[in-house]
Each structure stands twice: as structure tokens, then as C-alpha cells.
């Protein structure tokens, strides 16, 4: 019935046409286009291609020479299924192109003899060997299809994300039978002025351009023009939703009264670095300006951010508010009470320390420091938070290894009390470009320099079977007065087998290679006091090896420790081992980090990085382009952008432009009332349907 009607009418295809209606498209393929969530003719268009076979360099088969990489096109003419003697099954197939023949072979790979079918032309990427004759064993390759020509020279061929039911081949086709009645009916949304700016081209030639390049510089091209798109709304949404928070809040105006500051400058043990000093610099501006502070820290391991989170805490007591100071761990917060109660010493300020674990009696003693409206300073963990309605004038809040938080923890403690100014830190060092991404308009300062005296920390990684004189060294070190940690991966704490694992190791080292030192077990099951007491042992040289998971991690600063055993360290992030290395070279004396242990080939190559380099601004950024910003981060944060086609950290020019963009577009026209802005409204409410509630008001 629906079939009839849809002949009789002929309804003419537009951007708004159910894929259904499509010709091609059964219920079956609408279906399987619904998963991929290509809904209308126009999903279809913003359904790019992930990647491109460039069949511009295809090589003759005649000119395949043993040893080279090539690229060829070749139609099957025989295949088959081959077992060897090993029990290992591989497929073969021979193809042949207008000048002579080839084997290629996948081994291992019987499954293939499904889905590749005599007289169906390959595009075939590998390293050509020599087995009796020439053969290929493809990287990569790209079934063509049986109604595919020969080598097209200059063709570039778009590959689709697929899904069950639904072949990149069968997405080529539904897109090139439908690409020249809907490209002229797409109009470009955004100004002008965007464009230029970014450097991109109007929509319509983008799409061609991804959909049916010339060339893969082209497709490029076009998808840079989606990617800006992507970011600037973003970066739109960002600015929108701050502006209004900001109308919303005035901050408090402290006054910079050098009364505290200048009294703790002059106790310190040592100088400044010219980072902290510019970083302070722009912090003042902040706390002394009208409108709140909202600023991220970012500092490598050890470039001493604790030290400005003090100076900043310092500058609102001066003024006579409260501040406070937030760390992820027990630990972390432990020994920050402790540096701060002995730089503040001198001053005569005892901070408080507000964790979950006090008892009663301290924590009314904490309650009513914090209630009472005086200056005060209070460091502790997310009970801070709720503790954080007790504080009679908080006015300067820190929130040190930020990154460890969700964001809805980050924003309670700065909803507390009177807009208090924030300052958050992290040893994650995220390019500019991803910080301004995930944290709209946060401003950032960057100590991008160690205080003086730190020696390059020496990294190794060895095989097992270097173990015996790994540990020597190691025995050696402590032989010398030094200590050492250990380190076990143990990444969730309710992972019973990792637990084990580091126990049993424990166990080892205490009977065997280092059965006539002082061992230490630390791990986060166990009892808090139990905890503390084996910290407090290692700090005060009372063990000489800490055994240890993660939990070390963040902020434990113990000058004497000079070597880290990293156990199984393929299991860590490199962002991660580069925060365990911080724990060593902390002191004047050579320092080592060697990671032990048979890991494969890639995962060498990933530790390599780590090994090469002590730039953790560097380490940052090969860890978020292998192990992508989800795992960067830990958990994945609500509200944090997702971008089908940008990528915010390579496509950190155009991520800029968008900045700017919108910026400049928001400056011309705030409530996006403008005609000018009737596309990038319209862009916005499909995109991100409630953001765009922003707005609706005014
Ligand atoms: P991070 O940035 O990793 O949090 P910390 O704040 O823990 O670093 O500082 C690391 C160490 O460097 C601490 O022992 C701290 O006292 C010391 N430190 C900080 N600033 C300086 C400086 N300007 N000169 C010398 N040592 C410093
Ligand atoms: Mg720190």
C-alpha cells in the first residue's frame, strides 16, 4: 500500500526525506542506518567517511618487486582456504590486474573465504615477499566489489563506518546515488567571516569534498569545514553559558594588602620560581578584579604548585575570608596540612585539617574554626565539601589534582558560600587548546618551569629477565642510604587478584633479594592507620623499599627516595607512570625510574615515549592520542563535549579558530538574534537540542 503510493507520488527527494523513502533502502537497511543514526536524507550527508584508499598510488602487479610496500588493484581469480602443518589456516587468493598476477596470503585468516568472492576486485595494501614467487600480505585492503573496474588511476575511495547488516560498500553506493540531488539543496549556516577565518570551505563544496574527493588532501579540506563546525558550537555553548554565569556572580574584590603573602615570601625556605611568580601574578589579578576566578593551574610533577595554592589562600585571609583547599587522597591532604602548618609556622597560622576520617572531638574543633567569621585556612578532602556549608566566609577555594574529581564535585565546593574565587591544579598537563575545550572559558596559567636543582631522573625499561640485577641496583641505592619504591599496577582497589599479586610480591622481596632491608607494604585496603603508619615510617626513614600500588600516585614527596620499580608497567597510562616517577628526584641525588617486566611489542613502543622523555607535557599528549581523553581523564565527565568528527587536540588550529569564532560572533550578537545567526541557531538546536535553552531567555 505505502509501496503504491510512494510510485504514484514521487515525492521529491529533500534534505528532510525519511531514509526510508530512499531508493535502495528496504526495512532492513533503514534499520540498520538507524543504528549508524542516519534517520533523514540529510544524516546520510553528515555520515563522512572515517577513511580514505588512495588508489592514486596503486602499483602495476608487474612492477611488484620482494621487498617493497605497495598499493594494487587486482580482480580474484582463484582463491581457497590452505592448511599448513602447524594447524594454522590461511587464506589465499590470487588477483590479476591488466599486466600479470599476484598470490596474497592471510594467514590466519581463514574466515575471509566468507566475504571474498571469486571476480571481486581488491585494493590491496602489504609488504610484497618472496615465497615461492612473489606474494602479498595485505595490511590493509578494501573489497571493491564485483562491479568495480580496474585500476581507476586518481580515484580516491571513501570507507564508511559500517554496521551489522549495512557494508561500507552498500553506504558508498546509497551515498553516491543520492549525493547530486541533495548537495545543491544544503546551504552554508554559518557566517562568512567563520569561514575565512578558520580557512574552510562553505558547506556544500565540504561535503562533496569528504563524500567524493580527488584527492585525500581534499577530503581533508572538507572535513576540516564539519570539525569547525563541531568546536565552534562548543566553544558557543561554552562562552554562552559562562557569560550567564558570570552575570549571575560578582566576586569578591580582595584587596592585595601584601600583608601574609609578603610575610610568608620572606619565611620560605627558597625562591620562587619565575613561573610561580607570573602564575601568582595572574592570580592576583583575578582575586583583586570584580568578577570570580576561575583558573586552572597546570604544572608538571614537582613544579611546586601546592606553594601558590598558599600564597593565593593567603591573599584572601588578608583580607580577612576563609580558604580552602581540596585534595583527591587522605594522604595527599595529610601532607599538604603538613607543609602548610610548617611554612605558616612563622606566620603564626595553624591551618585545620578536615577529612572523613576525624573523629568527633576534631572535627567540632575544625566546625568551629570554620564557623567562626575570621580568617581561616582548612585543608582536607571532598569532606570538605560538606563540611563546606560551615565555613562563615569562604572566599578562596583550591582544588589540587583537579582531574581526580567529577565535575559535580569540582562545582560544590565552589557553590559554597559567597562565589569564592577558584584556582584548579593539575599535574596533568592537557594541551591549551583540549583545556579551553573541556573547560569553556577557564582562564589557565602554566608553570612551565622546575624549581632549580632537580637532576633528569634516569629511565630504563628492562625484561624479566633482568630482574636479578634490577633488584641489586636497587639493594645497592639503599646500600647508599637511599630509598626505593615498588610499584604494583592496581588500578581499582576491588580487583582481588592485582592485590594479591602485590601481597605475594611483598612477600618475595621480604624472604629473597631483599629479605635484609626494611620492606614496607602500602596499599589502599588497608586500615587507615595501618596506612598512615607505613607512610609516616617511609617519610621518617624508617623502611627502605615501599611496596606499593597505585595509591602512591599522587603528592607523596619523600626527597630521600631515589628509585621506582614500576611492576607490569604496560598496565599504566603514561601520564600515569610519569606521576609515579615524580615521586622520585625530588632530593639533590640521582634518581632512577625502570620499569620491569616482558611486555609485547606495542606496548614497548609506548613505554619507549615515557622512557625518552620527562616532559610530561609531551607524555600528555602521545597518551591522549593513543589511549584518547575517556581514559586520560578516568572516569568520563558529564558535560564534557563529544565530537563525532573534530578531535580537539589535532585539530588544535582550527579548535583555536572556533575559540575566536565564537567569540566574535557572540561579541556582534549575544542572544544569537541577528539573521546572520539563524544558521548557527538552527545548527545548534539539532545538534544540541537542550543547550540551546541558553538561549531562549532575552
Ligand atoms: P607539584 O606541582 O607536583 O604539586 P609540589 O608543590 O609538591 O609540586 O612541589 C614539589 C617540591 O618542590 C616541594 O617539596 C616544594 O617544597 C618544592 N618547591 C616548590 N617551589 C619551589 C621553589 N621555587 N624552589 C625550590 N623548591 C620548591
Ligand atoms: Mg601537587
Same mark, same amino acid.
Given at each position: 500500500?505505502?509501496?503504491?503510493?510512494?510510485?504514484?507520488?514521487?515525492?521529491?527527494?529533500?534534505?528532510?526525506?525519511?531514509?526510508?523513502?530512499?531508493?535502495?533502502?528496504?526495512?532492513?537497511?533503514?534499520?540498520?542506518?538507524?543504528?549508524?543514526? $542516519?534517520?533523514?536524507?540529510?544524516?546520510?550527508?553528515?555520515?563522512?567517511?572515517?577513511?580514505?584508499?588512495?588508489?592514486?598510488?596503486?602499483?602495476?602487479?608487474?612492477? %611488484?618487486?620482494?621487498?617493497?610496500?605497495? &598499493?594494487? $588493484?587486482?580482480r580474484?581469480?582463484?582463491?581457497?582456504?590452505?592448511?599448513?602443518?602447524?594447524?594454522?589456516?590461511?587464506?589465499?587468493? #590470487?588477483?590479476?590486474?591488466?599486466?600479470?598476477?599476484?598470490?596474497?596470503?592471510?594467514?590466519?585468516?581463514?574466515?575471509?573465504?566468507?566475504?571474498i568472492a571469486?571476480g571481486d576486485v581488491l585494493?590491496?595494501?602489504?609488504?610484497?615477499?618472496?615465497?615461492? @614467487?612473489?606474494?602479498?600480505?595485505?595490511?590493509?585492503?578494501v573489497n571493491l566489489g564485483a562491479e568495480e573496474?580496474?585500476?581507476?588511476?586518481?580515484?580516491?575511495?571513501?570507507?564508511?563506518?559500517?554496521?551489522?547488516? +549495512?557494508s561500507?560498500k552498500q553506504?558508498r553506493a546509497?551515498?553516491?546515488?543520492?549525493?547530486?540531488?541533495?548537495?545543491?539543496?544544503?546551504?552554508?549556516? =554559518?557566517?562568512?567571516?567563520?569561514?575565512?577565518?578558520?580557512?574552510?570551505?562553505? =558547506?556544500?563544496?565540504?561535503?562533496?569534498?569528504?563524500?567524493?574527493?580527488?584527492?585525500?588532501?581534499?577530503?581533508?579540506?572538507? !572535513?576540516?569545514?564539519?570539525?569547525?563546525?563541531? +568546536?565552534?558550537?562548543?566553544?558557543?555553548?561554552?562562552?554562552?553559558?559562562?557569560?550567564?554565569?558570570?552575570?549571575?556572580?560578582?566576586?569578591?574584590?580582595?584587596?592585595?594588602?601584601?600583608?601574609?603573602?609578603?610575610?610568608?615570601?620572606?619565611?620560605?625556605?627558597?625562591?620562587?620560581?619565575?613561573?610561580?611568580?607570573?602564575?601568582? *601574578?595572574?592570580?592576583?589579578?583575578?582575586?583583586?578584579?570584580?568578577?570570580?576566578?576561575?583558573?586552572?593551574?597546570?604544572?608538571?610533577?614537582?613544579?611546586?604548585?601546592? #606553594?601558590?595554592?598558599?600564597?593565593?589562600? /593567603?591573599?584572601?585571609?588578608?583580607?580577612?575570608?576563609?580558604?580552602?583547599?581540596?585534595?583527591?587522597?587522605?594522604?595527599?591532604?595529610?601532607?599538604?596540612? !603538613?607543609?602548610?602548618?610548617?611554612?605558616?609556622?612563622?606566620? @603564626?597560622?595553624?591551618?585545620?585539617?578536615?577529612?572523613?576520617?576525624?573523629?568527633?572531638?576534631?572535627?567540632?574543633?575544625?566546625?568551629? #574554626?570554620?564557623?567562626?567569621?575570621?580568617?581561616?585556612?582548612?585543608?582536607?578532602?571532598?569532606?570538605?565539601?560538606?563540611?563546606? &556549608?560551615?565555613?562563615? !566566609?569562604?572566599?578562596?577555594?583550591?582544588?589540587?589534582?583537579?582531574?581526580?574529581?567529577?565535575?559535580?564535585?569540582?562545582?560544590?565546593?565552589?557553590?559554597?558560600?559567597?562565589?569564592?574565587?577558584?584556582?584548579?591544579?593539575?599535574?596533568?598537563?592537557?594541551?591549551?587548546?583540549?583545556?579551553?575545550? /573541556?573547560?569553556?572559558?577557564?582562564?589557565?596559567?602554566?608553570?612551565?618551569?622546575?624549581?632549580?636543582? !632537580?637532576?633528569?631522573?634516569?629511565?630504563?625499561?628492562?625484561?624479566?629477565?633482568?630482574?636479578?640485577? $634490577? %633488584?641489586?641496583?636497587?639493594?645497592?641505592?639503599?646500600?647508599?642510604?637511599?630509598?626505593?619504591?615498588?610499584?604494583?599496577?592496581?588500578?581499582?582497589?576491588?580487583?582481588?587478584?592485582?592485590?594479591?599479586?602485590?601481597?605475594?610480591?611483598?612477600?618475595?622481596?621480604?624472604?629473597?633479594?631483599?629479605?635484609?632491608?626494611?620492606?614496607?607494604?602500602?596499599?589502599?585496603? +588497608?586500615?587507615?592507620?595501618?596506612?598512615?603508619?607505613?607512610?609516616?615510617?617511609?617519610?621518617?626513614?624508617?623502611?627502605?623499599?615501599?611496596?606499593?600500588?597505585?595509591?602512591?600516585?599522587?603528592?607523596?614527596?619523600?626527597?630521600?627516595? &631515589?628509585?621506582?620499580?614500576?611492576?607490569?608497567?604496560?598496565?599504566?597510562?603514561?601520564?600515569?607512570?610519569?606521576?609515579?616517577?615524580?615521586?622520585?628526584?625530588?632530593?639533590?641525588?640521582?634518581?632512577?625510574?625502570? /620499569?620491569?617486566?616482558?611486555?609485547?611489542?606495542?606496548?614497548?613502543?609506548?613505554?619507549?615515549?615515557?622512557?625518552?622523555?620527562?616532559?610530561?607535557?609531551?607524555?600528555?599528549?602521545?597518551?591522549?592520542?593513543?589511549?584518547?581523553?575517556?581514559?586520560?581523564?578516568?572516569?568520563?565527565?558529564?558535560?564534557?563535549?563529544?565530537?563525532?568528527?573534530?578531535?580537539?587536540?589535532?585539530?588544535?588550529? %582550527?579548535?583555536?579558530?572556533? *575559540?575566536?569564532?565564537?567569540?566574535?560572533? +557572540?561579541?556582534?550578537?549575544?542572544?544569537?538574534?541577528?539573521?546572520?545567526?539563524?544558521?548557527?541557531?538552527?545548527?545548534?538546536?539539532?545538534?544540541?537540542?537542550?543547550?540551546?535553552?541558553?538561549?531562549?531567555?532575552?
Open positions: 500500500m505505502a509501496d503504491t503510493r510512494r510510485a504514484a507520488t514521487q515525492p521529491r527527494l529533500t534534505l528532510d526525506t525519511p531514509v526510508t523513502y530512499l531508493k535502495g533502502v528496504g526495512p532492513a537497511r533503514a534499520l540498520a542506518l538507524a543504528k549508524l543514526g $542516519v534517520i533523514f536524507a540529510r544524516d546520510l550527508l553528515y555520515h563522512v567517511p572515517h577513511r580514505y584508499e588512495d588508489a592514486s598510488t596503486v602499483s602495476r602487479i608487474a612492477d %611488484l618487486e620482494a621487498g617493497m610496500d605497495g &598499493t594494487v $588493484v587486482g580474484v581469480v582463484s582463491k581457497g582456504v590452505i592448511p599448513t602443518r602447524k594447524g594454522l589456516r590461511i587464506f589465499q587468493a #590470487v588477483v590479476k590486474d591488466a599486466t600479470g598476477m599476484l598470490e596474497v596470503s592471510w594467514p590466519g585468516q581463514p574466515f575471509l573465504d566468507r566475504t571469486k585494493l590491496l595494501t602489504g609488504t610484497v615477499r618472496f615465497f615461492h @614467487g612473489r606474494q602479498l600480505h595485505p595490511r590493509e585492503f573496474e580496474g585500476t581507476g588511476g586518481g580515484r580516491v575511495l571513501s570507507v564508511y563506518p559500517a554496521t551489522e547488516g +549495512l561500507f553506504i546509497l551515498v553516491e546515488s543520492h549525493l547530486d540531488a541533495l548537495l545543491p539543496q544544503v546551504r552554508e549556516l =554559518l557566517p562568512p567571516d567563520l569561514l575565512a577565518l578558520a580557512g574552510v570551505p562553505p =558547506l556544500p563544496e565540504a561535503l562533496r569534498m569528504v563524500h567524493r574527493p580527488t584527492s585525500i588532501a581534499e577530503a581533508l579540506e572538507g !572535513r576540516s569545514r564539519l570539525a569547525f563546525e563541531e +568546536l565552534l558550537c562548543v566553544h558557543i555553548l561554552h562562552r554562552r553559558a559562562n557569560a550567564l554565569a558570570r552575570d549571575d556572580r560578582h566576586g569578591i574584590a580582595f584587596v592585595n594588602r601584601r600583608e601574609l603573602t609578603s610575610a610568608l615570601k620572606g619565611a620560605l625556605p627558597f625562591e620562587l620560581t619565575g613561573a610561580q611568580t607570573r602564575a601568582l *601574578r595572574d592570580i592576583v589579578a583575578d582575586m583583586t578584579g570584580g568578577r570570580r576566578m576561575h583558573r586552572l593551574l597546570q604544572g608538571d610533577v614537582g613544579s611546586g604548585k601546592t #606553594v601558590v595554592a598558599l600564597f593565593a589562600s /593567603l591573599l584572601a585571609m588578608e583580607n580577612g575570608w576563609q580558604a580552602a583547599v581540596m585534595a583527591p587522597t587522605e594522604l595527599l591532604a595529610e601532607q599538604h596540612h !603538613r607543609t602548610f602548618s610548617r611554612l605558616l609556622e612563622p606566620l @603564626g597560622i595553624r591551618p585545620v585539617l578536615i577529612t572523613g576520617r576525624l573523629g568527633a572531638r576534631e572535627r567540632r574543633e575544625a566546625a568551629e #574554626v570554620i564557623g567562626r567569621p575570621a580568617p581561616a585556612l582548612a585543608v582536607g578532602t571532598h569532606a570538605l565539601v560538606q563540611a563546606a &556549608t560551615g565555613f562563615a !566566609r569562604l572566599g578562596f577555594v583550591a582544588i589540587d589534582e583537579q582531574h581526580r574529581f567529577g565535575v559535580e564535585q569540582r562545582k560544590a565546593l565552589g557553590a559554597k558560600g559567597e562565589a569564592p574565587d577558584v584556582l584548579l591544579m593539575s599535574a596533568t598537563p592537557i594541551p591549551r587548546s583540549l583545556a579551553l575545550t /573541556l573547560y569553556g572559558d577557564l582562564d589557565v596559567s602554566i608553570l612551565d618551569e622546575k624549581p632549580p636543582g !632537580r637532576r633528569p631522573i634516569t629511565s630504563a625499561l628492562r625484561p624479566e629477565s633482568a630482574r636479578e640485577r $634490577v %633488584l641489586q641496583f636497587l639493594d645497592r641505592e639503599i646500600e647508599k642510604g637511599r630509598q626505593a619504591y615498588v610499584v604494583y599496577p592496581l588500578i581499582d582497589e576491588s580487583e582481588k587478584t592485582d592485590l594479591k599479586a602485590a601481597t605475594v610480591a611483598f612477600e618475595e622481596l621480604a624472604a629473597g633479594p631483599l629479605a635484609h632491608r626494611r620492606l614496607g607494604l602500602l596499599h589502599g585496603r +588497608l586500615p587507615a592507620e595501618q596506612k598512615d603508619a607505613v607512610m609516616r615510617a617511609f617519610r621518617d626513614g624508617e623502611l627502605d623499599v615501599l611496596v606499593a600500588t597505585t595509591v602512591i600516585e599522587v603528592g607523596i614527596d619523600v626527597a630521600n627516595a &631515589t628509585m621506582m620499580l614500576i611492576e607490569h608497567p604496560e598496565r599504566f597510562g603514561l601520564s600515569q607512570l610519569h606521576q609515579l616517577r615524580g615521586r622520585v628526584g625530588r632530593g639533590g641525588e640521582q634518581s632512577y625510574c625502570v /620499569l620491569l617486566g616482558d611486555v609485547g611489542q606495542e606496548a614497548a613502543e609506548r613505554l619507549q615515549i615515557f622512557v625518552d622523555t620527562e616532559d610530561g607535557f609531551e607524555i600528555a599528549r602521545a597518551d591522549l592520542r593513543l589511549r584518547g581523553m575517556g581514559d586520560l581523564f578516568g572516569e568520563r565527565q558529564s558535560g564534557e563535549p563529544t565530537f563525532r568528527i573534530a578531535d580537539p587536540l589535532r585539530d588544535e588550529e %582550527l579548535n583555536l579558530a572556533a *575559540r575566536e569564532g565564537a567569540e566574535r560572533l +557572540l561579541d556582534r550578537d549575544p542572544e544569537l538574534m541577528k539573521p546572520e545567526s539563524q544558521g548557527i541557531r538552527q545548527v545548534l538546536g539539532t545538534r544540541y537540542a537542550r543547550s540551546i535553552e541558553l538561549f531562549r531567555v532575552g
